[in-house]
């Protein structure tokens, strides 16, 4: 009985492996495409629509986040005494470690305006991949694999982070390309945010339509559905929607002119690849919704207390509310006691729940010592 309890449990860890593994490969290519996608309407802007930023911000950024994101990894490493998560895995890997600095690097260089100046780029990437190690909440436990046995493979393994259980710090909460452009936008007034008309800038006619279009297409269809985050891309539109009619209703404010927002470029960048960052968003159906439905109400609270960059601070604020909640749920539900942590992801949830069962320790025979 004991053996095929044992075997059960081999069993499910190897169903957890195969399933932590296709969730990486799952976030690795939604990455990837973010990254290209991101990439084209970069070298767009710059040929054909009408980007006034610096050619060379783009540019900046990518390297700013890449160099970023290698220092403060290695340094952790270091400092936690386990193998770099770049270093030990195939080389596609390896890339899709470093893609979530590459997509801020080209987002925030996008999305702020410094006259020129490449410091507010360069700052904002640091701040938002720096974020990524500071701002951080437990996840669920998982099975410490000791420091001298730890491997970059079970360091990945272990919540997606790199750690074992008891010293795990655990995922980030806050979306980096929208926390990098608050904190520069917060510190230096004479930094702006690029002006909405720079998307169709140098085209006319029908491409007034066409591009917004294409993007909020391309953007939900292909990258928000690979990264499964259809259900909050709903939540958000929808919600924003609700917000402007409220605030058309309740208020002195046009709904229409509420509403116009959603027929531009920036908000259809804005849905398609920034609010769905897979490292930083919820991955159950209903907490997507939710998350994009809060989103939407702060930002309708934001833009009507005149908070001129609410679209940016509103995921802040909301992935900084769903940290404290999936803290206190781990304080007043410790793991073993009540199940997983509230909002964990899926890999995390399905590997609570498909947990081995260990088989109970014989008894000793009557009369032994």
Known sequence: MNADRRREGRNRNDRNRDHRDLDHRKRDEAFRRLAESLTLITVLGHTVLGFEQSC??????????????????????????????????????????????????????????????LMPVALAVLVGVGGTYVFRV???????????????????????AGRGAEDAPGRPFLNPAAFGV????????????????????????????????????????????LAGRLPLVLGW?????????????????????????????????????????????????????????????????LVQFHVVFGLFLAPVVVGAGRSLRVALHDRLHPPGAGGPVAGGSSEELSRYRDRPVRAPAASPPAGSP
């Not at 770049?86 to 590459?102: D, E, N």
């Not at 169709?200 to 292909?222: E, R």
């Not at 409220?246 to 531009?264: C, E, K, N, Q």
Request: aromatic share 10%; net charge positive.
């Open 56 to 117: 060379l911000a783009p540019v900046v950024g990518v390297l700013t986040g890449v160099t970023a994101e290698f220092a403060l990894e290695t340094v952790e490493a270091w400092s936690r005494r386990r193998p770099a998560r770049y270093l030990g895995v195939p080389r596609a890997r390896v890339a899709g470690f470093f893609l979530p600095s590459y997509v801020c690097g080209l987002l925030c260089a996008m999305l702020l305006y410094g006259n020129g100046h």
């Open 237 to 301: 539109v929808g919600g924003f929607a609700l917000q402007a009619l409220v605030r058309g209703g309740l208020t002195d404010v046009s709904a229409v002119g509420a509403l116009l927002p959603m027929t531009g470029t920036a908000f259809a960048l804005y849905t398609g690849y920034m609010i769905i960052d897979p490292a930083t968003s919820p991955a159950r159906p209903r907490d997507q919704v939710v998350f994009g439905l809060a989103t939407a109400a702060v930002y309708g609270l």
């Open 182 to 225: 608050v904190a520069v936008l917060l510190l230096f007034p004479w930094v702006g945010l690029a002006p909405a008309y720079q998307f169709t800038a140098w085209v006319s006619g029908p491409f007034d339509l066409v591009v917004p279009l294409a993007v909020l297409v391309w953007g939900t269809a292909v990258n928000a559905r």
């Open 138 to 160: 437990r996840a669920p436990r998982t099975p410490r694999v000791p420091k001298a046995r730890e491997t970059p493979e079970t360091a990945r393994e272990a919540g997606g």
